[in-house]
């Protein structure tokens, strides 16, 4: 499985999801580097969702803005699956 495809896979769970809004970020000559894969706002929380397959890392700049976004008070994962993704919806539904 390829990032796209994992992305892809995220992306119709969350259009699943109420009061969930997701933008996808594409890479290209134009975009900021280091900006995570999906951002997303759920119920009036920012969550950055950089995604990743098998032993794959962030790079520096993709850490650093994970860092900055929860410095400014949102939520920032890094995962590797479709379940990590679930994880961080269905334990919000706990609450």
């Not at 994992?6 to 580097?33: A, W």
């Not at 969702?49 to 949102?74: H, S």
Request: aromatic content about 10%; some cysteine.
């Amino acid at each position: 499985m390829t990032e796209k495809d994992l992305q892809k896979k995220v992306v119709k769970y969350l259009k699943s999801i109420p009061d969930c809004f997701t933008t996808v970020i594409t890479p290209g000559p134009y975009g900021k580097k280091g900006i995570s894969d999906l951002l997303i706002c759920y119920k009036g929380r920012f969550i950055a969702i950089e995604l990743k397959i098998k032993r794959n890392k962030p790079t520096a700049l993709q850490t650093a803005y994970l860092d900055n976004v929860e410095g400014a008070g949102g939520e920032a994962y890094v995962c590797f699956c479709l379940d990590d993704v679930k994880e961080i919806f269905e334990m919000r539904e706990v609450k």
